[in-house]
């Protein structure tokens, strides 16, 4: 593989590798033979998206180079004058975007960002209110593994086993008995909508914050395609690199009254410089998510999900809650004698990408896949009915996985991630 003939976002992205191959090829291979990877098999990895060329550029520019502890106009740093500017318009953007008095753009990940709303809010032993890690909360909602389990007492909630929806009354009924100082919304594996309205009446009862994980939905909020949080939730925490498609970072949007708690969370409570380079570039992706182009896209990307979920149930896999209104669908491929495991790895021989994730019943391991990437590519529903029967031929090995990697790669050059 040369430089020349890879399918790069940008010609100054490509001229830019070119002068690291020379200067370093080992990991200039690397990238290379990544960037190939991801144009060359589908990504269906719920949480990934392929940022915009304009994107790149932002991160992989001289601000890069800048420190800026501190926030604009208040830096512990000199020369900050125009990185200010960058931050500024990420934050009245990411505002007028969501609709929200406050926005924090610095958190560097979507972890980050809960991190200092648990910070702003609760003192270590007090009780959160979750959902439970089985049934679709991050490490970050009180995994034994992740700090936000060691330092506070997380009770779960979960679905229900018949319907695979949110059982609202276990909710309230937990925030009764347990009394949390805040309750958490939002999940990595829940195909449908928070009620947020339900969560707000819930934690006023209980006298609790309720913050909001938006990482995965924050995108589709952002084109309409999703309920927003923001007029409900205390704090919403969310990442900027899922459905929203701009670099990998957080942030955190609140209201006025909790702003300067929040600023001062993330810094200096939890992080030290922001990465400007990165703001700068969540700024352009905040710019391209409030063009008309982008809630086409996000309506699109929930378009895809459906067929496609409707397609893996035609094909036998048990899918949660029967659909999905997401970008998201989590699935069951145990019907077709195969557990999430063994067709994670079938379904990447194809060129399948995706994850395990855990199921709401039995310790087996189900999948989880989304549409956001793939939609990136410009594919609609009739690619996400083709790929539901490559998932069927896959996982019932009916084909050799080879055959159909040379089906999905015709896809991918058909929609390339960048189109030269
Ligand atoms: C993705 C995600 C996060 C964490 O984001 P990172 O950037 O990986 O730290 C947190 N919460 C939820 C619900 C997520 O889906």
Request: hydrophobic content about 45%; aromatic content about 6%; overall charge negative.
């Given at each position: 593989?040369?430089?020349?003939?890879?399918?790069?976002?940008?010609?100054?992205?490509?001229?830019?590798?070119?002068?690291?191959?020379?200067?370093?090829?080992?990991?200039?291979?690397?990238?290379?033979a990544?960037e190939?990877?991801q144009?060359?098999?589908?990504q269906?990895i719920?949480?990934?998206?392929?940022?915009?060329?304009?994107?790149?550029?932002a991160?992989?520019?001289?601000?890069?180079n800048?420190?800026?502890?501190?926030y604009p106009g208040?830096?512990h740093?000199?020369?900050?004058e125009?990185?200010?500017?960058?931050?500024?318009i990420?934050?009245?953007?990411?505002?007028?975007?969501?609709?929200?008095?406050?926005?924090n753009?610095?958190?560097?990940?979507?972890?980050?960002?809960v991190?200092a709303a648990?910070a702003?809010?609760?003192?270590?032993?007090?009780?959160?209110?979750?959902?439970?890690?089985?049934?679709?909360g991050?490490l970050?909602?009180?995994?034994?593994?992740?700090?936000?389990?060691?330092?506070?007492?997380?009770?779960?909630?979960?679905v229900?086993?018949?319907?695979g929806?949110?059982?609202y009354?276990q909710?309230?009924?937990?925030?009764?008995?347990h009394?949390?100082?805040?309750i958490?919304?939002?999940s990595?594996?829940?195909?449908?909508?928070?009620?947020?309205?339900a969560?707000?009446?819930?934690?006023?009862?209980a006298?609790?914050?309720?913050?909001?994980?938006?990482?995965?939905?924050?995108?589709l909020?952002?084109?309409?395609a999703a309920?927003?949080?923001?007029?409900?939730?205390?704090?919403v925490?969310?990442?900027?690199?899922?459905?929203?498609?701009?670099?990998?970072?957080?942030m955190?949007?609140?209201?006025?009254?909790?702003?300067?708690?929040?600023?001062?969370?993330?810094?200096p409570?939890t992080?030290g410089g922001?990465?400007?380079?990165t703001?700068?570039?969540?700024?352009?992706?905040?710019?391209e998510?409030g063009?008309?182009?982008?809630?086409?896209?996000?309506?699109?990307?929930?378009?895809?999900?459906r067929?496609?979920?409707?397609?893996?149930?035609?094909?036998?896999?048990?899918?949660?809650?029967?659909?999905?209104?997401?970008?998201?669908i989590?699935?069951?491929?145990?019907?077709?004698g195969?557990?999430?495991?063994?067709?994670?790895?079938?379904?990447?021989a194809?060129?399948l990408?995706?994850?395990t994730?855990?199921?709401?019943?039995?310790?087996?391991?189900?999948i989880?896949?989304?549409?956001?990437?793939v939609?990136?590519?410009?594919?609609r529903?009739?690619?996400?009915?083709?790929?539901?029967?490559?998932?069927g031929?896959?996982?019932r090995?009916?084909?050799?996985?080879?055959?159909?990697?040379?089906?999905?790669?015709?896809?991918?050059?058909?929609?390339?991630?960048?189109?030269?």
């Open positions: 593989m040369s430089v020349t003939t890879a399918a790069h976002a940008t010609a100054a992205q490509a001229a830019g590798l070119d002068a690291l191959r020379r200067q370093d090829p080992e990991i200039a291979d690397v990238i290379l990544e190939a990877r144009a060359s098999s589908l269906l719920a949480a990934e998206n392929f940022t915009s060329p304009a994107v790149l550029a991160l992989g520019s001289p601000l890069a800048k420190y800026a502890e501190g208040a830096r740093h000199g020369g900050c125009l990185v200010d500017v960058a931050e500024r990420a934050c009245e953007r990411a505002a007028a975007l969501f609709g929200a008095e406050h926005a753009v610095q958190p560097h990940s979507g972890s980050s960002a991190l648990y702003a809010l609760l003192r270590p032993g007090d009780t959160v209110l979750a959902m439970g890690l089985t049934h679709g991050h970050t909602h009180g995994s034994p593994a992740n700090f936000s389990g060691r330092w506070f007492d997380f009770v779960g909630y979960g229900d086993g018949e319907s929806l949110i059982d009354g909710v309230r009924a937990l925030a009764r008995e009394h949390p100082r805040a958490v919304c939002g990595i594996s829940y195909p449908r909508h928070p009620d947020y309205a969560f707000r009446e819930i934690a006023d009862e006298g609790a914050y309720l913050i909001a994980d938006a990482a995965h939905p924050i995108g909020v952002a084109g309409g309920p927003n949080p923001v007029p409900y939730a205390d704090v925490c969310a990442t900027t690199h899922k459905v929203l498609r701009g670099p990998r970072g957080g955190i949007l609140c209201g006025a009254e909790l702003a300067e708690r929040i600023d001062r969370a993330v810094f409570f992080q922001a990465q400007m380079h703001v700068a570039a969540k700024a352009v992706a905040f710019a998510a063009a008309p182009a982008f809630t086409a896209y996000a309506h699109q990307v929930v378009a895809n999900a067929v496609l979920a409707a397609g893996l149930l035609t094909e036998g896999l048990t899918v949660t809650t029967g659909g999905t209104d997401t970008h998201l989590t699935a069951d491929p145990a019907p077709l195969v557990d999430g495991q063994a067709a994670r790895s079938r379904l990447a194809a060129g990408v995706l994850d994730c855990a199921l709401p019943w039995g310790d087996a391991r189900g989880r896949l989304g549409t956001a990437a939609t990136t590519q410009g594919m529903e009739a690619e996400m009915a083709r790929i539901a029967v490559l998932f031929v896959v996982l090995e009916e084909r050799d996985a080879r055959e159909v990697l040379a089906e999905v790669r015709e896809l991918t050059r058909t929609y390339p991630p960048y189109p030269g």
